[in-house]
T-cell receptor
Framework: GDSVTQMEGPVTLSEEAFLTINCTYTATGYPSLFWYVQYPGEGLQLLLKATKADDKGSNKGFEATYRKETTSFHLEKGSVQVSDSAVYFCALGSGGSYIPTFGRGTSLIVHP | DTGVSQNPRHKITKRGQNVTFRCDPISEHNRLYWYRQTLGQGPEFLTYFQNEAQLEKSRLLSDRFSAERPKGSFSTLEIQRTEQGDSAMYLC????????????FGSGTQLSVL
């Protein structure tokens, strides 16, 4: 079945550092790929998405490129802020119903 | 847009009791999802509705779990004869359209079974 694998956390960085959170997937067909973010005490919210190979999703300085050849969708940001501290979930949607399948999440902690 | 609302925020119950959670989706959203999340894990799909029709259920959803969405508006998730393994955060999400686009999540109901 469909699955998403994310790197283990927590990821701890200093402010203005470069961020990469790795995500790889297994799916039949051509899934859509997503990154969701969960800030402390809040519900998950969509950060960015890509619906076909080589698409790049971007939002709030974050980017991720849909790589079909490596089945990956790594999240990157050039300069993180303390306010980026949150849990990040990689997800995919495929099949007729497109019910999203989520990874286990990666916690990001950014220190001033 | 008042967001997805879930009640209660927290529920503590004794093993064997029944519990019911409520989700109020964003008003014009026709799709509604229930997920379960345990500590250190991502959300696991339980079931989803398109309008009032329950279209898919996960194998995680045992016979003790039942969900309804009367009139295609709010939804309830009931767990009968709760077990300690049911302790988790129960998440509701809604979306607009026939195909998945963007899910809007509520803050969840945290269930603790003693």
């Amino acid at each position: 079945g469909d699955s998403v694998t994310q790197m283990e956390g927590p990821v701890t960085l200093s402010e203005e550092a470069f961020l990469t959170i790795n995500c790889t997937y297994t799916a039949t067909g051509y899934p859509s790929l997503f990154w969701y973010v969960q800030y402390p005490g809040e519900g998950l919210q969509l950060l960015l998405k890509a619906t076909k190979a080589d698409d790049k999703g971007s939002n709030k300085g974050f980017e991720a490129t849909y790589r079909k050849e490596t089945t990956s969708f790594h999240l990157e940001k050039g300069s993180v802020q303390v306010s980026d501290s949150a849990v990040y979930f990689c997800a995919l949607g495929s099949g007729g119903s497109y019910i999203p399948t989520f990874g286990r999440g990666t916690s990001l902690i950014v220190h001033p | 847009d008042t967001g997805v609302s879930q009640n209660p925020r927290h529920k503590i119950t004794k093993r064997g009791q029944n519990v019911t959670f409520r989700c109020d989706p964003i008003s014009e959203h026709n799709r509604l999802y229930w997920y379960r999340q345990t500590l250190g894990q991502g959300p696991e799909f339980l079931t989803y509705f398109q309008n009032e029709a329950q279209l898919e259920k996960s194998r995680l959803l045992s016979d003790r779990f039942s969900a309804e969405r009367p009139k295609g508006s709010f939804s309830t998730l009931e767990i009968q004869r709760t077990e300690q393994g049911d302790s988790a955060m129960y998440l509701c999400a809604s979306s607009l359209g026939d195909r998945y686009e963007k899910l809007f999540f509520g803050s969840g109901t945290q269930l603790s079974v003693l």
